[in-house]
């Protein structure tokens, strides 16, 4: 499964074998199989969900003092090639420490609710090299540009990251994900706005059912519409909204923000090279694919590649 190739390559990276990566293969079912296929995996990893502050003790800001910030930056127009982004910056300084970025292909479909399965294999990616190169950068804390728990399924992108990568994670959203009762209508212009009137304040965003998912945040007194922040993984409601309070300059908490800024010069300074059309009596291109193969399958193999990719000994830019 997605699950056991992760964790069995960690060890094999850890362990220093690493093996070189192998082919990603295209997917064969209907988008209601892959869908079933992820639930289970998403239901499993959720059950391993802690939000509390106690194994990473970060109730206490003052522990804090390397923080990270993932994003992934899509070229215009292009839902297939991207920029994936770590970055780790001093707390409470918030100045760059570490930064690296690859290009990535995001060969996944896109099904509402299952982002993490698109983006979370080349985030992990990112994370062993950084365990590899400077594991004294490896950061307490990392925002994630995506939701935690404020998610339909309650394990959103900064969830599965955080549980396969065991790291606190908080996600921060600058749209609110409707469900549970919470809406635009019911949030926006009902008695949030009344309490979000200056830089700092927050409001809870507590469902129907009466669960607290997060809280909406002004960040700034600049920024007048709020972010959407929830825990991830290893870190309580309310310390994930005081951790991005901390960390907000502007209206995204500067480790998400820099990640972002980063990412979208790279993809400018690294465009991708023009595809010239092959020659006349050359093969279709549908007839060079690669092997079609069936939906558990190509999840193990695009977990493997995700993770063995290390091998390939890409140089960070770090500064």
Not at 155 to 184: E, M
Not at 198 to 207: K, N
């Amino acid at each position: 499964s997605y699950i056991t190739q992760i964790r069995l390559l960690f060890t094999t990276i850890d362990g220093k074998n690493v093996v070189s990566v192998p082919a990603l293969l295209k997917m064969e079912g209907s988008t209601a199989e892959i869908r079933a296929q992820w639930e289970k995996e998403q239901d499993e990893l959720k059950r391993q969900l802690v939000l509390s502050d106690e194994r990473a003790n970060l109730h206490d800001l003052a522990r804090l003092t390397l923080v990270g910030g993932v994003d992934i930056s899509y070229l215009k127009g292009d839902d297939v090639n991207a920029c994936a982004a770590l970055v780790v910056l001093s707390f409470p300084q918030l100045e760059v420490v570490y930064e690296d970025y690859e290009m990535v292909e995001l060969d996944a479909p896109f099904i509402s609710g299952f982002l993490a399965f698109r983006e979370v294999p080349h985030l992990l990616r990112l994370f062993e090299r950084l365990k590899a190169s400077r594991p004294d950068l490896m950061p307490q804390l990392v925002c994630v540009d995506g939701n935690g728990v404020l998610h339909k399924r309650g394990f959103g992108l900064a969830s599965h990251l955080g549980v396969l990568a065991s790291v606190p994670t908080i996600g921060v959203g600058k749209t609110l994900l409707c469900f549970d009762g919470l809406s635009n209508e019911s949030v926006k212009n009902g008695p949030m706005r009344e309490r979000l009137c200056a830089g700092g304040d927050s409001f809870p965003l507590i469902g129907s059912s009466g669960k607290l998912h997060g809280f909406a945040l002004r960040s700034t007194d600049r920024s007048p519409n709020p972010i959407y922040v929830s825990a991830g993984h290893l870190i309580s409601q309310e310390s994930a909204l005081r951790c991005v309070v901390a960390m907000c300059r502007y209206r995204v908490p500067e480790p998400v923000r820099m990640a972002d800024l980063g990412s979208r010069e790279y993809l400018r300074r690294h465009p991708l090279p023009t595809r010239t059309a092959a020659p006349a009596s050359a093969p279709a291109a549908s007839s060079l694919a690669t092997p079609r193969v069936s939906v558990a399958l190509w999840l193990s193999i695009t977990a493997a590649g995700a993770a063995l990719a290390l091998g390939a000994g890409l140089v960070a830019r770090r500064r």
